[in-house]
T-cell receptor, first 115, second 112 residues
Framework: DTGVSQDPRHKITKRGQNVTFRCDPI?????LYWYRQTLGQGPEFLTY????????KSRLLSDRFSAERPKGSFSTLEIQRTEQGDSAMYLC?????????????FGQGTRLTVV | DQQVKQNSPSLSVQEGRISILNCDYT??????FLWYKKYPAEGPTFLIS?????DKNEDGRFTVFLNKSAKHLSLHIVPSQPGDSAVYFC???????????FGKGTRLHILP
C-alpha cells in the first residue's frame, strides 16, 4: 500500500462550476478525514467518516460542500457552485481505531484554484 | 476561535543546536496531542504524539513535553539537522479517536 492517495493533485475551475475530489485511504484504515488548508493557516477540519458513516461535519462548512464514503473505502468531496474563497488545498487523511490504532496519515492534497 | 495556538510563525536555529517549538491550547477537554511536519507540496507527516496522562514522550531526536496546568506543550529537536527545515503543526483532539484540531504552524529554518 502506497499510503493515502488523492486525485486530482491540481484543479482549476471557473467560479460557479462544481468540482469533485477523490480520496483513497490506506486500505485497512476505517477512519477518513477531510481538511482544508489555506496559505498561512493550519489544516481546518471539514468532516470525517468511520467506515461509511459520516460522524461529524464542521459547523463552518457551507451547504455547498458534501462528502460521501459509500462503501467505507474511498471518499469523494464535492463542492457545488464554487466561489473564489474555496481556493485552497484539500487534504484527506486516514487512520485506524481498531486494535492497532494509528495516527492520521495525510495524502498530498488536491490544490483547488477557482478563477 | 483558535483552540490550538502557535504564536511563533517562524523560528531559525543553527544546525546542531536545539530547536524548541511551542504550542498553547485553550480547550481543557483536549487529552491527546500531536505534532506534524510539513514540507512544501506534501501533506502533513505525523511526527510524535503524547497523551494527557504523560508529561513527556521521546522518539529519537524528538521529544514532546506537556504541561497540562499551563495548557502548553513543546517540541524539542536535538540536534537540529538541515532536513528538519519545514512547517511544524501542533494538533490536539479530545481523545485519540476524535477529530484533530490544528494550529497555524511554525516554519522552522535550520541554518548551516
Amino acid at each position: 500500500d502506497t499510503g493515502v492517495s488523492q486525485d486530482p493533485r491540481h484543479k482549476i475551475t471557473k467560479r460557479g462550476q462544481n468540482v469533485t475530489f477523490r480520496c483513497d485511504p490506506i486500505s485497512e484504515h476505517n477512519r477518513l478525514y477531510w481538511y482544508r488548508q489555506t496559505l498561512g493557516q493550519g489544516p481546518e477540519f471539514l468532516t470525517y467518516f468511520q467506515n461509511e458513516a459520516q460522524l461529524e461535519k464542521s459547523r463552518l462548512l457551507s451547504d455547498r460542500f458534501s462528502a460521501e464514503r459509500p462503501k467505507g473505502s474511498f471518499s469523494t468531496l464535492e463542492i457545488q457552485r464554487t466561489e473564489q474563497g474555496d481556493s485552497a488545498m484539500y487534504l484527506c487523511a486516514s487512520s485506524s481505531i481498531l486494535d492497532l490504532a494509528t495516527e492520521a496519515f495525510f495524502g498530498q492534497g488536491t490544490r483547488l484554484t477557482v478563477v | 476561535d483558535q483552540q490550538v495556538k502557535q504564536n511563533s510563525p517562524s523560528l531559525s536555529v543553527q544546525e546542531g543546536r536545539i530547536s524548541i517549538l511551542n504550542c498553547d491550547y485553550t480547550n481543557s477537554m483536549f487529552d491527546y496531542f500531536l505534532w506534524y511536519k510539513k514540507y512544501p507540496a506534501e501533506g502533513p507527516t505525523f511526527l510524535i504524539s503524547i497523551s494527557s496522562i504523560k508529561d513527556k514522550n521521546e522518539d529519537g531526536r524528538f521529544t514532546v513535553f506537556l504541561n497540562k496546568s499551563a495548557k502548553h506543550l513543546s517540541l524539542h529537536i536535538v540536534p537540529s539537522q538541515p532536513g528538519d527545515s519545514a512547517v511544524y503543526f501542533c494538533a490536539a483532539s479530545m481523545n485519540r479517536d476524535d477529530k484533530i484540531i490544528f494550529g497555524k504552524g511554525t516554519r522552522l529554518h535550520i541554518l548551516p
